[in-house]
Each structure stands twice: as structure tokens, then as C-alpha cells.
């Protein structure tokens, strides 16, 4: 008995110690000190920014992202006593709330009628501050939303100031409001707080590129995103997903070794990354030539374990081209199979990567010697990386697709790749329920991103198909995987459909599509036969790719969407386009730098914004419409033409067709458009009837059309115009250099 009230003593000065200390670190009153202690101590609580929010001025409106029933009992302990928080008539009766109920802190009840009274703005102009729960929805419905319109409302009316708070892995409890995979009752949590911004102030960081609301939008997004430790790295991310989802989730599957869960993946990962550790340097470009299976996951996850770089290596550009990318990234080591290299073909390649200066390791020799106490090592230490990791650090290395000139090497740290994931993340609802179907190759920057970085550190099932070519085969496929989510672009959409069952793609709640506009016809076809949203994005190598995406809450047909949370943008003026500019972009996904063929092995580092040489017009909700590349502009007559305004019209007329626009020399005018186009019966004179009738002017419409059985693409997907804009100029004999 005495032993027992000695226990107790002593877990009660604790508790108090606890207290005192946690009063004095935070600047809380006793009793939230003491009230807030059993949560620190449970969940290990990340909370060194809760100071931003308690030093906020007055009036301010600390804006919660509500996932858990844990967020109000948390802030009640944490924000100043003096706040109003407003929650759902159900969640205010919480039982979870009665400790602060007792001590009297002002809970009000219906949020939604409260929001639109007048008491609220006059409360906060007396040096209040005020506490709103919002539903936690990555894509709000229209009720929802309208919240956020309330809250701006009520923001502008008293000048408050805006301090967003997201409790980052509030998701993962057993009292989550929005279950987010396996359970789990004691994760830790850390607490993501914005500096305090007026909508105002909010709306001119991107002037007349987002309504107030939008503005508000954005920066709750923004909290969500910060709210993952971006400085832990891929690696770490990837092992901290397969805590929340469970070691044994099934996480990646091919169509040839089938399914492996998180822990599997971390074992096999871990027994390559000692191998291509004990051959190669730290921080060394290391090659990986390997098509969309289990094994490039492997692959790259034991590279990033062991502190190297991934270089990865397209096998569709051609001999030239891998061997300039060997060079230009100083590649020593590519990493590839052999059975994939004869089953594709890839003789010429192997030699391309050895006149660069290469070597291959071929993955079938290091399987073969794995030896026993290696796999016992790996099963024991999975979760742990086999070098500290640094987010800082160069950890992918991408080559530009090259349509339109010499591919330059972008490298990607950590940091730039993680936060792009985690940027998308907080633009889509995606969760560990889904599975995600990747046709796009891994060196593709939107295939190693989006289709394979984002679904590995979310917990998505991943199902990796090697081609995006075998159109028959894929729709096939996917009937049988049954996937939620599928990445693509609009040349592999269109052709999939064309090939498809109506009910192949019906488990499908959207795809996601990139790397090229998306023509209304492809967009018709998935809404109306298979259900399925196409929600456009926009992206550049450089930005990891992922700059701009629609989604169900704002989404815009024709515009690639609004910029990912954290990114500005500014537009400079273009001579002779009025109503649109040249976009520049700053953001955490930017990458680190260039390499170029005459500086190899060198990182240029970017240094400020980004030119991307994209020319966008933006609205005044901040929808973006790209109106072409910088170079994809003919200037006829001193008049600027854009060439995909050019194949949109085309487009419109021959829609079955693929087309592509180029300009090349002409003496009288300085440049004229050349249609290249797989459309047989295309003739000028209907062309030109239709453009009058279009509205389209005179110069837009071309007088040469040069038929082909196939537009020349690149391994993405995307037009190869460098090659298309060589055959119109051979095709007219125009006899110099493209």
C-alpha cells in the first residue's frame, strides 16, 4: 500500500515537474500546462512553432485543419486562454473536451450559423481571437468551401490575421475523423504552424492570380504540406509510410514477381543498396536503365539508402543521346538486367552507355550472389538506411525530353522530390485505399514522381506495367488490377480507349494526365464510357515535375489548374502577346541545378526564380492556360503565332488524328507553319474554310501540310519536334539544318 501511494506521489511530481516546465517553454497557464502534458508525453509532440501562434497579434483567426477528435483538446491546452473556438455541435460535446469545459474556455456549438454572424467580426476588432475547426478535406465540397468563404469573409471584415495549424499524423489515430490507413494509437505528432498573414497579405503573393478565398485555400494547403518533415528524405519517408500503413501492406506489384509489401520491398532494397555501395562512391552518379517493374523500386530505394545518385538512364532517346547522358552526368555504373535488355532490344544502348564510359551491373549476377547471412542482415536492419541521410543532397538525376533541343541532366535533391509528392498530396485525395496503375517510365520525371515517389511515401498501392505502348494490353490490365488512380498522358489515353471494354477502366475515380495538352475528345470518351475524371496538370523536369494540377474542388476544363501549394509564379510580358506572359517559378520543388554536356559532372546551381520559357495566361481564380512554349512561337510578318494554338485548331477539325505544328524559314516573312499530320484526306482549302469559320486569324492557318503514318514521339509520350520539325524541312527541300 505505502509502495503503491509512493507510485502515485511520484507520477503526480512528475506530472507537476512536467508542468512547470512545459508552462515556462510555451508561456501557458498552469492548468493548460498540466492538461497538456499526457499529450506531449503520448505522442511525443513536435511543437516548436506553437509559438508563432500564441505570439500572433490581435484580432488573428487560427485556422484547424480537423482531422482527429484529438485538435480541439490540443489547442484549448495550447493557444491563448482568451480564444473562442468554434467546432461542430458534435465534436464541442466531445467527452475528450470536458477537462476545459470545467475551467470554463468558451467552446461555441454550430459552426456553420455562427460563422455568418456579425458578433464574430466585432469580437475580433475587440483584440479577439478565434479558433475554426474546417473539415479536413484535401478537396472540399461546396458546403464545405463554403466555410472557407466565411472565414475569409469574417478575416476581411476585422483585418484579422490568418494562422493555419495542421497536426500532422492526427490522421493515423483510432479517433481520427478521416481514417488514413492502419490505425495507430500512439504516432508522433508535430505541430505545422504558418506565420500570421492578413488575406490581403495572402493575396499579394500572387497579384490577380487567386480570389481572397482561393488565397486562404492555398495557405491551409500550405500548413498541410509543411506539416511532413521535408528535411528527413525519401528513404526515411518511405519508412516512416510503411509505420502507418503496416509493415505487410502490399506497396509495389509487377505483372512478372508480383506483390511485395513495404517490408519486403525494404529487405530486397536494402540487400542491393550494400551491393552497389561496395562498387560505387559516396554521392556518385549511378546509372539505372531498368523498365517500370518491382526491381526499379528495389533499385532505386537501395541507391538512395546507400547515398548515391540515381541517374536515370532513358533507353528510347537513341545511342547518341545515352551516351551524351553518360558523359554529362560522369556515370560510371548503370545499373540494368539482362534479360530486359534482350528482351527489349537494347544492344545498341548497352554499347551507347559503354562508349560514354560506363560499365553495366547486371542485376541478375548480384541476385545470384546474395548469400544467406546478407538476406538474414537485411530481414533484421530493414528500417534502418544504410548511410545517414541528407534532403540536401542530390538524389535523382533527370535528362529533359529533349523535343525541342540538346537534353540537359536536371538534378533533384531529396528535399525537391519529397516536397513535390507531399505538394500533390495536398492537392489530391489519395490515401492507402487506392491503387495506382503507372504506365509512364521512371525516367520520365511525371512517372518517377507521381507514379512511383508519391504512392510509395502515401502508402498507395503501386502496380507497375513496363510500356506505355501496348495499348491492347494495358486496358486489359487494368481490369484485372482494378485500379483507383492511373497516370497518363493524352497520346496513350486516347490510344488505350480506342482499344478498350467499356468496363476495363471502371474502377478508375480519375487519371491524371501530363506532359501534353488534353484533347476534349479524350476527356469525353473517359467521362462518358468509363466515368472517369481526367484531371489535367502541368509540369516541367526542373520543378520535379509537378507545377500545377486541377482537381474536383477547382478544377477547370482546358487549364492545367492552380499552382501547388508553396510555389509563386510571375509572368513576364512577351512582345506581341497581350494577354499572357513568359512564367517564372520559385518553390521547395525547383530543382538544385543543370548539368551540361560542356560542363560534365558540374552542378550549375539555379539561383532564384525559374524561367520555365512556358508562355501561360492566368485568371483571376489563378487558372492556368498554357498557350506554348516560348520556342513553340512562330513570328510571321513581326506577328507572334503560337503553334499550339495552331495544333489545337487542327485538332479541332481532324480529331481522330495526331498533328503537330513547326515553324520553319521563309524569306519573305521570317517564318511560316508547316502542319505535319497522320490525317490522309487534310487539305489547305479546308483547313483555311474552317479557320474563317473558327474565328481563327489568317496567319494561324498553314498553307503546307506534309501527311506521315506517325507523328515522331519521344519516349514520354510527348511530340519530338526536333525530329517532326527535320522532316517538314527535308520533306520541302528546304535544304538547311533544322
Do not use: C
Amino acid at each position: 500500500m505505502i509502495l503503491t501511494l509512493a507510485l502515485l506521489a511520484g507520477l503526480v511530481l512528475a506530472w507537476l515537474l512536467i508542468g512547470v516546465v512545459e508552462k515556462f517553454r510555451l508561456g501557458l497557464r498552469f492548468t493548460q500546462a498540466l492538461l497538456y502534458v499526457p499529450f506531449k508525453l503520448a505522442y511525443r509532440i513536435g511543437d516548436s512553432r506553437i509559438a508563432i501562434a500564441r505570439k500572433a497579434r490581435f484580432p488573428v483567426i487560427y485556422v484547424i485543419s480537423h482531422q482527429s477528435r484529438i485538435e480541439p483538446a490540443l489547442m484549448l491546452s495550447l493557444l491563448p486562454d482568451d480564444t473562442l473556438h468554434i467546432l461542430d455541435e458534435v465534436s464541442a460535446r466531445s467527452p475528450w473536451l470536458e477537462p476545459w469545459r470545467e475551467l470554463g474556455r468558451t467552446i461555441a456549438f454550430n459552426a456553420e450559423h455562427v460563422f455568418v454572424s456579425r458578433r464574430l467580426v466585432r469580437v475580433l476588432k475587440g483584440k479577439g481571437r478565434l479558433a475554426v475547426y474546417l473539415p479536413d478535406a484535401v478537396e472540399p465540397d461546396v458546403k464545405t468551401f463554403r466555410l472557407f468563404r466565411a472565414v475569409t469573409r469574417i478575416a476581411m471584415q476585422a483585418d484579422a490575421r490568418i494562422v493555419p495549424i495542421f497536426i500532422a499524423g492526427a490522421r493515423s489515430l483510432p479517433v481520427s475523423l478521416t481514417a488514413a490507413g492502419k490505425a495507430q494509437w500512439f504516432p508522433r505528432l508535430s505541430i505545422s504552424v504558418l506565420e500570421p498573414m492578413t488575406i490581403a497579405e495572402l493575396a499579394a503573393r500572387s497579384p490577380g492570380q487567386a480570389s481572397n478565398t482561393n488565397a486562404l485555400f492555398d495557405r491551409v494547403a500550405e500548413a498541410r504540406l509543411f506539416g511532413t518533415d521535408l528535411d528527413r528524405g525519401l528513404f526515411l519517408a518511405m519508412r516512416d509510410a510503411a509505420a502507418k500503413a503496416g509493415a505487410s501492406h502490399p506497396i509495389i506489384e509487377d505483372v512478372i514477381s508480383g506483390a511485395l509489401s513495404y517490408r519486403k520491398m525494404f529487405i530486397g532494397s536494402r540487400i542491393l543498396g550494400r551491393r552497389f555501395e561496395a562498387v560505387t562512391a559516396a554521392g556518385e552518379a549511378v546509372g539505372l536503365m531498368l523498365p517500370n517493374a518491382n526491381g526499379v523500386v528495389l533499385s532505386l530505394t537501395g541507391l538512395l539508402s546507400a547515398g548515391r545518385v540515381a541517374a536515370m538512364i532513358n533507353y528510347t532517346a537513341g545511342p547518341a543521346s545515352v551516351t551524351a547522358a553518360v558523359r554529362t552526368a560522369v556515370i560510371r555504373t548503370v545499373i540494368s538486367s539482362r534479360a530486359f535488355v534482350e528482351k527489349a532490344g537494347l544492344a545498341d544502348i548497352v554499347a551507347a552507355v559503354e562508349t560514354g564510359g560506363a560499365k553495366l551491373l547486371w542485376l541478375e549476377d548480384v541476385r545470384t550472389s546474395v548469400t544467406a547471412l546478407e538476406k538474414l542482415a537485411a530481414a533484421l536492419l530493414w528500417r534502418w538506411p544504410l548511410r545517414r541521410q541528407d534532403a540536401a543532397k542530390p538524389a535523382v538525376i533527370l535528362f529533359t525530353s529533349g523535343s525541342e533541343g540538346t537534353p540537359k541532366a536536371v538534378v533533384l535533391s531529396n528535399r525537391n522530390l519529397l516536397a513535390n509528392a507531399m505538394q500533390a498530396e495536398a492537392r489530391i485525395t489519395i490515401s492507402p485505399a487506392d491503387t495506382l496503375l503507372n504506365v509512364l517510365p521512371v525516367f520520365h520525371s511525371f512517372g518517377l514522381t507521381g507514379g512511383t515517389i508519391l504512392p510509395l511515401v502515401s502508402g498507395v498501392k503501386l502496380f507497375l506495367y513496363p510500356s506505355p505502348l501496348h495499348y491492347k494490353i494495358i486496358p486489359e490490365i487494368a481490369r484485372k488490377v482494378k485500379p483507383t488512380i492511373m497516370f497518363g498522358t493524352d497520346t496513350f489515353l486516347a490510344n488505350y480507349a480506342r482499344t478498350a471494354k467499356d468496363g476495363d477502366f471502371s474502377s478508375l475515380r480519375f487519371v491524371v494526365a501530363g506532359a501534353e495538352a488534353v484533347k476534349p475528345e479524350t476527356r469525353r470518351v473517359y467521362r462518358e464510357r468509363f466515368q472517369a475524371e481526367i484531371i489535367e496538370g502541368y509540369g516541367l523536369t526542373e520543378a520535379a515535375p509537378v507545377v500545377a494540377v486541377n482537381t474536383a474542388s477547382h478544377g477547370r476544363d482546358g487549364s492545367v489548374g492552380r499552382l501547388l501549394p508553396a510555389m509563386r509564379m510571375r509572368l513576364e510580358p512577351v512582345e506581341g502577346i497581350a494577354d499572357a506572359g513568359q512564367l517564372w517559378l520559385d518553390g521547395p520543388n525547383l530543382m538544385l541545378g543543370y548539368m551540361t554536356a560542356d560542363r560534365p559532372g558540374e552542378l550549375q546551381p539555379l539561383t532564384g526564380w525559374h524561367d520555365t520559357g512556358d508562355i501561360v495566361a492566368v485568371d483571376r481564380e489563378g487558372f492556368i492556360s498554357i498557350r506554348g512554349r516560348a520556342k513553340r512561337f512562330a513570328k510571321i510578318a513581326g506577328e507572334m503565332v503560337s503553334l499550339g494554338a495552331v495544333e489545337m485548331l487542327v485538332q479541332s477539325l481532324w480529331p481522330e488524328e495526331r498533328h503537330a505544328a513547326v515553324a520553319v524559314p521563309d524569306k519573305r516573312r521570317g517564318e511560316r507553319i508547316v502542319l505535319v499530320t497522320t490525317a490522309d484526306d487534310a487539305n489547305p482549302d479546308e483547313l483555311r474554310k474552317f479557320g474563317k469559320q473558327a474565328g481563327a486569324a489568317e496567319l494561324m492557318v498553314p498553307n503546307d501540310i506534309i501527311k506521315v503514318d506517325e507523328i515522331p514521339v519521344l519516349g514520354s509520350g510527348k511530340t519530338d519536334y526536333v525530329s517532326t520539325r527535320k522532316l517538314a524541312i527535308d520533306r520541302l527541300g528546304l535544304g538547311i539544318a533544322a
